[in-house]
């Protein structure tokens, strides 16, 4: 069955350092997402990608980048992690920019 | 993106119908409904969506009112694996994203 997976699905790190988290799908889709996730802001947006080396700023971009080199995987890497970036991270992908999203089982960082 | 407003919280009894209520008065033509829910540390999970017909599948039905105003979600046999969060969210044709807000927390009761 098709599916998307999170990797890792939890991670402390030190403030400063450079983190990556992964996400790769195997629906063929070509839109993907990333999410974070905090208490009393639901779900906010980080950068968005709609096919290969296609990227886009979210609502809270700063601090985060994202490439994609092939349709199946999104990393999102953190450059230098920040204690205000300790979040559960989401990755989403969709068919289309009209369909719906579907969501990957999230990634717990720990920044301290 | 017009704005939802959901209860707080709701209880249901096993086994019965769990209706949860979204309103969204300033819904524009081109928006449709979404439904999400987020059991506990895991991600969202589509339910379901709509324009202005009433839908249905596997997990639920959508009721969306005449005038779009409003909708009800209807879990037609609820069990204890429905206890989740359930989200209303009204998106656009072109809309990048999914604004979740702060839900509805379903209680399933045995």
């Known amino acids: 069955d098709a599916e998307i997976t999170q990797s890792p699905r939890h991670k402390i790190t030190e403030t400063g350092r450079q983190v990556t988290l992964a996400c790769h799908q195997t629906w063929n889709h070509n839109n993907m997402f990333w999410y974070r996730q905090d208490l009393g802001h639901g779900l906010r947006l980080i950068h968005y990608s709609y096919g290969v080396h296609d990227t886009n700023k979210g609502e809270v971009s700063d601090g985060y980048s994202v490439s994609r080199s092939n349709t199946e995987d999104l990393p999102l890497t953190l450059e230098s992690a920040a204690s205000s970036q300790t979040s559960v991270y989401f990755c989403a992908t969709s068919p289309g920019k009209t369909y719906e999203q579907y969501f990957g089982p999230g990634t717990r960082l720990t920044v301290t | 993106d017009a704005k939802t407003t959901q209860p707080t919280s709701m209880d249901c009894a096993e086994g019965r119908a769990a209706n949860l209520p979204c309103n969204h008065s300033?819904?524009?033509?081109?928006?449709?409904v979404y439904w999400y829910r987020q059991i506990h540390s895991q991600g969202p999970q589509y339910i379901i969506h709509g324009l202005k017909n009433n839908e249905t599948n596997e997990m639920a039905s959508l009721i969306i009112t005449e005038d779009r105003k409003s909708s009800t979600l209807i879990l037609p046999h609820a069990t204890l694996r429905d206890t989740a969060v359930y989200y209303c969210i009204v998106r656009g044709f072109t809309g990048n994203q999914f604004y979740f807000g702060t839900g509805t927390s379903l209680t399933v009761i045995p």
């Open positions: 300033t819904i524009s033509g081109n928006e449709y």
